[in-house]
């Protein structure tokens, strides 16, 4: 199964949303404000715990760039395939997502997808997923979530 997941964003990604038509595997996907091809199972936001749920279950994850999609996939053992929204094309307020996937393809930590009509290929291609006591949490993690839950 491939979860693929677009964020809360107001903006509606219909460019990876009409990317999945060209997969042939089982798919759910969090969609957003946008709508997904026609019997593609999924909904616009899920609660948190479904997310992490979708990630632990999914072979294969497809996510926007946003940040926290992109930590819960990594930490499910996942080398997430990330298609950056684009601000050129209205799918964002500004071009962080293509920054930060930059970025993290360039340190292995993300499969960096510039063009969706390759997402097949892509997801064909994808790394295998490791095992999930191979993603221990790094230090700053704990540390920080204490932090906050202190004040």
Not at 1 to 28: C, N, S, W, Y
Not at 49 to 66: N, P, Q, S, Y
Not at 129 to 136: G, L
Request: proline share 9%; aromatic share 4%; with cysteine.
């Amino acid at each position: 199964m491939i979860f693929v997941t677009v964020g809360t964003h107001h903006q509606p990604f219909k460019r990876l949303l009409d990317a999945l038509a060209g997969l042939d595997d089982e798919l759910v996907v969090q969609y957003g404000p946008g709508r997904p091809p026609a019997a593609m199972p999924g909904e616009p936001f899920m609660p948190f715990d479904a997310m992490l749920e979708h990630f632990r279950k999914a072979e294969t994850v497809i996510t926007h760039a946003g940040v926290g999609s992109i930590i819960c996939a990594s930490r499910e053992g996942h080398v997430p395939l990330v298609v950056p929204r684009r601000h050129e094309l209205g799918e964002h307020v500004d071009d962080h997502q293509i920054e930060l996937t930059r970025a993290l393809a360039q340190r292995g930590s993300v499969v960096a997808v510039w063009d969706v009509d390759t997402l097949a290929e892509t997801v064909a291609a994808a790394p295998p997923r490791r095992p999930v006591s191979a993603t221990a949490e790094p230090a700053l993690c704990p540390s920080v979530r204490n932090a906050l839950l202190n004040q």
